[in-house]
């Protein structure tokens, strides 16, 4: 079964660096996403992406973060400067149509030192 | 503002029980509904996924019902088996704008044998 797959599974990052986080989704899916979970908390929506370009973001989503499909295959978070409060499990998803469904990746685990 | 509720928020039975996971959501003009599993530290598998316009889905213990009026759904596991313990979450597909999920609080299913 085709997955969504993320690197790295986790992530140790010293304040004020950039990280980037890497996903390929499904190879035919049109429409990608990313979540983030801090622990003990919801999955939120941070940002979505169509159409070689983000057709909603959240109030999360600030300046400090971009996203970019670089290639054909490739969806990537960039953070641009991390603060200790990023610290979360980031989801990268996908689906082919709006109601086709969401399928996830299993997630990249920042941590924020 | 949407906002998506499930109880319980723990629940721990003994393996073979039939068991009921409840969501609910404040805004009835939903595009679909989409139950997820999280295991600890993990991503999210998707296991069913309701349109607006229907009214239940199955896949195998599995049965996910929506009743859109009164903003609820519910997650119908049968022949509970310890490997169902996991974290269920609902997520939903907030309106016809957007194509962001709203994610529930999720519900921690524990099943001893």
């Known amino acids: 079964e085709p997955e969504v797959t993320q690197t790295p599974s986790h992530q140790v990052t010293q304040m004020g660096q950039e990280v980037i986080l890497r996903c390929v989704p499904i190879s035919n899916h049109l429409y990608f996403y990313w979540y983030r979970q801090i622990l003990g908390q919801k999955v939120e929506f941070l940002v979505s992406f169509y159409n070689n370009e983000i057709s909603e973001k959240s109030e999360i989503f600030d300046d400090q973060f971009s996203v970019e499909r670089p290639d054909g295959s490739n969806f990537t978070l960039k953070i641009r400067s991390t603060k200790l409060e990023d610290s979360a499990m980031y989801f990268c998803?996908?689906?082919?149509?709006?109601?086709?469904?969401?399928?996830f990746g299993s997630g990249t685990r920042l941590t924020v030192v | 503002k949407q906002e998506v509720t499930q109880i319980p928020a723990a629940l721990s039975v003994p393996e073979g029980e039939n068991l009921v996971l409840n969501c609910s959501f404040t805004d009835s003009a939903i595009y679909n509904l989409q139950w997820f599993r999280q295991d600890p530290g993990k991503g999210l598998t998707s296991l069913l996924l309701?349109?607006?316009?229907?009214r239940e889905q199955t896949s195998g213990r599995l049965n996910a019902s929506l009743d859109k009026s009164s903003g609820r759904s519910t997650l119908y596991i049968a022949a509970s088996q310890p490997g169902d313990s996991a974290t269920y979450l609902c997520a939903v597909g907030d309106s016809y704008n957007t194509d962001k999920l709203i994610f529930g609080t999720g519900t921690r299913l524990q099943v001893f044998p």
């Open positions: 309701i349109q607006s316009s229907q």
């Open positions: 998803a996908s689906s082919g149509r709006q109601d086709s469904g969401y399928t």
